[in-house]
């Protein structure tokens, strides 16, 4: 079946790094991707979503790129701040309304 | 505009009962589907409603049961809780479920069994 791997976290970064967080896919068709956001105590914020390969996802300076031949879809920062500090989670979707996250990336910004 | 709607947002259970969480989907949005997360099994897929029917169903038993009512609102239902069924759930909502559309997540229900 579809699947997603991240990057194993915790990931900790100082205030102004540049930050990626890997993912790749594992499906049969052409999926839709996904990045979402979960600050603590809340629900899933979309961050940013691609629907075809070469697509570029961007947000609030987060930028992915949908990559068909390497089946990865890396989430970009080029300067965190405290503020982004959350967990980040790797989707996809094919067919109806089922998305399959990745397991999660718990990061940290520092002062 | 509002966003989805879940209620209640924490709620305390005790082994054998049954509960209910409800969802309001964002005006306009027809397709609401419901999530679990555990820390152990992560963001897990129940199941999914499009204009009053099932869609499409995750791998949970049938203690896990849901409906969507003509107005798009959904409900949730677990019956003869157990102690792995504290988790948080969460529900999402779209235009018509299709992959093109935008997915929108409430802000979950945080059930806890004890």
């Known amino acids: 079946g579809d699947s997603v791997t991240q990057m194993e976290g915790p990931v900790t970064l100082s205030e102004e790094a540049f930050l990626t967080i890997n993912c790749t896919y594992t499906a049969t068709g052409y999926p839709s991707l996904f990045w979402y956001v979960q600050y603590p105590g809340e629900g899933l914020q979309l961050l940013l979503k691609?629907?075809?390969?070469?697509d570029k996802g961007s947000n609030k300076g987060f930028e992915a790129t949908y990559r068909k031949e390497t089946t990865s879809f890396h989430l970009e920062k080029g300067s965190v701040q405290v503020s982004d500090s959350a967990v980040y989670f790797c989707a996809l979707i094919q067919g109806a309304q089922k998305l399959v996250f990745g397991q999660g990336t718990r990061l940290t910004i520092n002062p | 505009k509002a966003g989805v709607t879940q209620t209640p947002r924490y709620l305390i259970k005790t082994r054998g009962q049954q509960v209910t969480l409800s969802c309001s989907p964002i005006s306009g949005h027809r397709s609401v589907s419901w999530y679990q997360q555990t820390p152990g099994q992560g963001l897990q897929f129940l199941f999914e409603y499009f204009s009053e029917t099932q869609r499409n169903k995750g791998n949970f038993p049938g203690r896990f049961s849901g409906r969507q009512f003509s107005n798009s609102r959904s409900e949730m239902n677990v019956s003869t809780l157990e102690l792995g069924d504290s988790a948080l759930y969460l529900c999402?909502?779209?235009?018509?479920?299709?992959?093109?559309?935008?997915?929108?997540f409430g802000e979950g229900s945080w059930l806890t069994v004890v």
């Open positions: 999402a909502s779209s235009r018509t479920g299709d992959r093109e559309n935008t997915i929108y």
């Open positions: 691609a629907t075809k390969a070469d």
